[in-house]
C-alpha cells in the first residue's frame, strides 16, 4: 500500500461524542471511506415527543461513492441501531460478527430492507479490505457476546477502534480477550488508538461476569418462593448463567417481554446460548408448577413503564403478576437518567408484597459493568502504545478523565485529541492536527418523520407541555368596525375549564375590548390585531395566574 | 393529663409518605390537633408545569378550630416550603427554633402574610402545651442547623418523631445530638416512634461532616488557581467548612447564586455562621484579585440550569465565568431525578477548561449525606424502644427497609405500621390499628393557582408535548351544506410547517371531503362533524407520521 505526499488521513466523529450511544466513526484516507458502527441513542428530556436520535450522515451521502463499509463492533442498539435508517440512504456492506448479524437482520427485516441489504459475515479472524485499507479484527470482552475491536491498516500508519471492552479474565463461555492478537498490534506500531470511555471515570478493574453468576446461584440456593429475573436482554452471558442456577435448584424458566423473548431466540438459534429444549416453559405452564420451581425471565431492569416487570408489578401483565413471598432480583444498574423509573419500579414490587434485591446496599453483586474501568482502560493504552489517542463513547467528562489516564501512562498531552462530532483530525506524514469540520449532529425521529422535528417545533412542544394552550375565534367585519360572533375561548392545558369559567368570561372581555379599540383607531392589519390581542390576554393571564399559555387568535372575516 | 375511654389517639400523614418531601404528619387526640412540618415537594417529571406540590390540607380546614399549632423540626423546603400555603387557610401559632424561623420569616414575607402569622421562637428546651398534648424538643444533627426532633406527651402516651437526623459524632460548631434526652425519653417508655427513613437503604453510618471539611482544607492547600465551590446553600456548617478554609490559606470568598446569598445573611444575622467581615468581597472586588486569592461559592450543586454555577460554565453570568485553570468543587451528591443535569454542569466545566471534583470515583470526600445510614437508624431505635413503629420520610422500599431493621431489633413485626399519605393509625388503651383514612394527597401548584390543574390538565399538557396540536378552522353555511371559507389548518409543536407543505395541503383535502360527504349526508350536529374531522384527519397523521397530535376542529357557521 503506498501514499502519494497530498493523500492524508481523517478520522471523526457523527455521533456518540460528548453523549452516550448514537455512535458513529469515520475513518479515511484519500477517496476511501469506512465507517465504524451506526448508532442511535434514547432522547434527552428536553426532545419531548422524539423516539429516538440518529447521526446526522450528511457527510456519507455526499461522498456516498467512497464509502467501502460500515464495520459493526458487537449488536447493541447505541452501535446498530441507526443502521436500516442510515442503510436506506446510503446502501453500503455491511460486516460484522455472527451474533451481531443476527441482531441486525432482525431489524432491517422490520424496516423491510433486508433483501437489498448487503450483510457480510466476519469472525475475528477475517481480513477485509476496503479500498486502500485493511480491516482485520481482535476479540473483546463485553456484555454481549461476540464483540470485536477493530485494526484498521492504512497508507498512513495503523488505527485501531476498541468498539465497547472490559478485560473478564473469567469470561463466561470461555471468550477470552484476544490479548495476543493487541500485543501482536501494539508491537508493529499504531498511528492511532481510539478507545472506549464509558467507564474512564471508575477507578480500578470492572468485575468479572463469572462473578455474577455465582452470586446469583447463591441467591437461587437461599430464596424459596418464586424468583424473578430482570436484566438487559441483550446480555446473554447473563441469561446464561440465570439458566444454568435455575437448572442447579431444579427451577424452570419462563422468558417474558418482547425483547427478551427475541433476543432468547435469536441466540439460541445461533448457538450463543445454551439451554435444554425441556428448561423454558410458557406462562401459562410456569403458574402451574410449585412456587420453588419456578423462574421468571424478565424485561425491565430499567424500570421501562411498559415493560414486563413493570406490568408484572402493576398487576397489568396478562399472564403473571407479582404475589406475596415472589422475590425479584432485579440484574442491572440504571443507566443515567433511568435512576427514577427503578426505584418507582422496586416501590412498586415492594408494595405487591416481593422481597427485591437491587442496586444500593444490596452488596449482593448481580450486575458488573460491560465496560472497563481506569486500569483496563491504562492496560488497553499499553497494549496498544499508539502515537495518538482518541478517546470515544462517553460523555464529555469521561472523555476527559480518559486523556488523563492516557497522560499517566505516558501518551503526550498534545497528542490526544477530545473530538466534538464533526471535529476532524487529519494526520499525514505522521503528524495529526485538527482539520476542517464536517456535518454532524443529532438527527431527531419522531414516529416516520426522519428530522423533520427541529428546534422550532420542539419549542413549541416545550411551551405547550407547561401551560398549555389558548385558542381565541372571532369573526368580524371590518367595514363595519364590529365583531360579528366571537370571541370564543377554548383551552387545552391550561386551566381545569370547569373551574375556572370568571377566568375565561374575564378573558373573553379583554379579548372584546382589545378588538373594539384596535378597530375604532383604526388598526385593522390581521398581524396588528393578532398582536394586541395575544399582548393584551397575554398580560391578563399571566397577572391573574402567573402563566404564560401559548395563545392562538383566529379572527376571520367577513 | 387524664383520659376518658372513648377518647383516642390518632396519627397519620397528609404528605411526604412513600415520596420524597413534602412531609407533613399530624397527631390527633380527642379534639386537639398537632402538626408537625408543613414541606413541599418538586414536581415529579409528568407533572408537566407544575411549580410545586403541597399537601392536601382538606382535613386542617375541616377541623381548623381544633389545630393547636404546626411544629417544625428544620428549616429545610421540603419542611417548611409549603407553609406559606397552609397558614393561608389555617392560620394557627407555628414553632420552630431561631434559624428555622429565620427562614421562615424569609417566605412568609415574600408571600405577603408575614404579619398575620403567629411564629414562637422555641429552643431545644421549650415546653409547648398544645391542647391536651405537650410538646418538647431533642437537638438533632442534620445539614442544617438548629434541627429538632419532637416529644409529645399525649394522654394516652408518649409520641416521638426525629425529624431528619444523622448521628454525628464529631459535629460542626459543637451541636451534638442531646443522646442524654434521646435515652431519657425512651426510658420513661414511648408509645409510638416516627422516624426518618431517607438513608434506610444504606448500610453502616453516616460520615461526619466535620471530616468534609478537612478534606476541603486539605484540596484548598493544593490547588493553585481559582477556586468554585457549589454547595447546598442551606448546609451552613458545609458554608462556614468553605469559609474557614478559606481564611487557612488566605483566599477571599464572593457569594454567587441567590439562595446562597440569602442564606449566608440570614446565618450571619443570626449567628449562624461566624465570619470576618472583610472575608466577604463582591463578584466585582474579586475579579481584581490574583486567582489564588480567590474562592467562589455558589449554589447550582444540582445542576440547575438557571442556577449560578451553571450560568458560569456557560458564560452567561453577569459578572462572572469559568476559566481555564479554575478548579470547581462540586460538594454535593446529585438527588434523585437532578443526575443529568449535575452531569451536563461537569461536562460544561470541563469544556470551559476547569478541573472538576465530582461525585463518582473522585474519591475525595468533599459531602456527607444529612441522614443517618442504617446503623443510626438501629441506634436511635435502641435509644427510644418504642411500643410502636412508623418509619417516615421516603420512597415506599426505603420505609420497607426501615421496618426491616426495626424488627431486628425487636420491634414486633405487627407494631410496625407503614403508611400511605391519608392512612391513619389509632391507639387507645395502649392497642394500635389501622383507622378510618382521612383526605391526603398532592396539590399542584402552578403560578398562582393551587389545586387548579388536575388530570385532565396535565394529560392534555403529556398529548401536547407528545405531538403538538393542529387547529382546524372552517366556516360552513349548513343550509346551503357547502364550506364558505376555510379549511384553514394551523399547527403548533407537530412538524416544520415549511418543509411539510405537501403533507399538511393534503390533510385540508381531506377535511374538505370528510366534511363535504356529512353534509350531502346530512350529518349537520356540530358534534359528529367535529368527531369525523377529528377521526378522518387523525387517522390520515397517523397513517403518514405515526404521530397523533391533539386536533381541534373549529367549525363556525354562518
Not at 173 to 186: C, K, S, T, V, W
Request: glycine share 10%; with cysteine.
Amino acid at each position: 500500500m503506498s501514499k502519494s505526499n497530498n493523500q492524508k488521513l481523517s478520522i471523526f466523529a457523527l455521533g456518540g461524542v460528548g453523549e452516550i450511544g448514537k455512535n458513529m466513526y469515520v475513518v479515511r484516507y484519500d477517496d476511501d471511506i469506512v465507517v465504524i458502527d451506526a448508532g442511535l441513542k434514547f432522547p434527552e428530556e428536553e426532545m419531548l415527543g422524539i423516539d429516538i436520535v440518529i447521526p446526522d450522515i450528511t457527510y456519507l451521502e455526499e461522498n456516498r461513492d467512497k464509502v467501502r463499509g460500515i464495520l459493526l463492533t458487537h449488536g447493541h442498539e447505541d452501535h446498530i441501531g441507526g443502521l436500516s435508517y442510515v442503510l436506506r440512504h446510503v446502501n453500503v456492506p455491511v460486516y460484522g460478527t455472527k451474533l451481531t448479524l443476527g441482531l441486525v437482520e432482525g431489524k432491517l427485516k422490520e424496516a423491510g430492507i433486508l433483501g437489498d441489504s448487503k450483510l457480510h459475515l466476519i469472525t475475528p479472524s477475517s481480513e477485509v479490505v476496503l479500498g486502500s485499507m485493511k480491516a482485520t479484527f481482535f476479540r473483546t470482552n463485553h456484555s454481549i457476546p461476540d464483540s470485536v475491536g477493530i485494526c484498521l491498516e492504512t497508507p498512513e500508519g495503523i488505527v485501531v477502534h476498541t468498539g465497547d471492552f472490559k478485560f473478564d479474565q473469567t469470561p463466561v463461555n470461555n471468550q477470552f480477550a484476544d490479548l495476543h492478537r493487541m500485543a501482536e498490534i501494539g508491537k508493529r506500531g499504531v498511528l492511532c488508538l481510539l478507545s472506549d470511555s464509558t467507564n474512564a471515570e471508575r477507578p480500578g478493574f470492572t468485575g468479572s461476569e463469572y462473578v455474577v453468576g455465582e452470586n446469583i446461584k447463591e441467591l437461587f440456593k437461599r430464596i424459596n418462593g418464586r424468583i424473578i429475573v430482570a436484566t438487559f436482554a441483550s446480555n446473554i452471558h447473563r441469561v446464561q448463567q440465570v439458566f444454568e442456577a435455575a437448572m442447579l435448584v431444579g427451577r424452570k424458566v419462563t422468558v417474558v417481554g418482547r425483547s427478551m423473548v427475541n433476543v432468547v431466540n435469536t441466540a439460541i438459534e445461533l448457538g450463543y446460548l445454551h439451554v435444554p429444549e425441556d428448561m423454558i416453559v410458557d406462562a401459562e405452564e410456569i403458574n402451574k408448577l410449585p412456587s420453588d420451581k419456578i423462574v421468571i425471565l424478565s424485561t425491565g431492569s430499567q424500570g421501562e413503564p411498559m415493560s414486563a416487570l413493570t406490568r408484572m408489578a402493576r398487576n397489568t401483565h396478562r399472564k403473571l403478576d407479582i404475589m406475596p413471598g415472589d422475590t425479584v432480583i432485579i440484574a442491572a444498574t440504571p443507566i443515567p437518567g433511568n435512576e427514577k423509573f427503578v426505584a418507582r419500579t422496586v416501590d412498586q414490587l415492594f408494595r405487591a408484597g416481593a422481597d427485591v434485591i437491587y442496586g444500593p446496599g444490596s452488596e449482593t453483586g448481580v450486575h458488573v459493568s460491560g465496560h472497563g474501568s481506569q486500569e483496563e482502560l491504562k492496560l488497553m493504552l499499553n497494549l496498544i502504545r499508539p502515537t495518538y489517542f482518541i478517546p470515544i463513547h462517553g460523555e464529555y467528562r469521561m472523555l476527559r478523565q480518559h486523556a488523563m489516564l492516557a497522560e499517566q501512562v505516558g501518551i503526550k498531552r498534545e497528542n490526544t485529541f477530545i473530538l466534538d462530532n464533526g471535529d476532524t483530525v487529519e494526520i499525514q506524514n505522521g503528524k495529526a492536527r485538527y482539520g476542517p469540520k464536517v456535518p454532524a449532529g443529532n438527527v431527531l425521529i419522531d414516529g416516520l418523520g426522519v428530522g423533520d422535528v427541529g428546534n422550532i417545533v420542539l419549542r413549541d412542544r416545550k411551551l405547550l407541555s407547561q401551560d398549555g394552550i389558548l385558542v381565541v375565534v372571532v369573526t368580524l367585519s371590518k367595514q363595519k368596525g364590529v365583531i360579528l360572533s366571537g370571541p370564543d375561548i377554548i383551552s387545552r392545558g391550561f386551566v381545569y375549564v370547569r373551574e375556572s369559567e370568571e377566568l375565561l368570561e374575564e378573558a373573553n372581555r379583554i379579548v372584546t375590548s382589545t378588538l373594539n379599540k384596535c378597530m375604532s383607531e383604526n388598526v385593522n392589519e390581521w398581524s396588528s390585531l393578532k398582536n394586541n390581542v395575544k399582548e393584551a390576554l397575554g398580560r391578563f393571564l399571566f397577572e391573574q395566574t402567573r402563566r404564560r399559555p401559548m395563545i392562538l387568535p383566529i379572527i376571520m372575516e367577513v
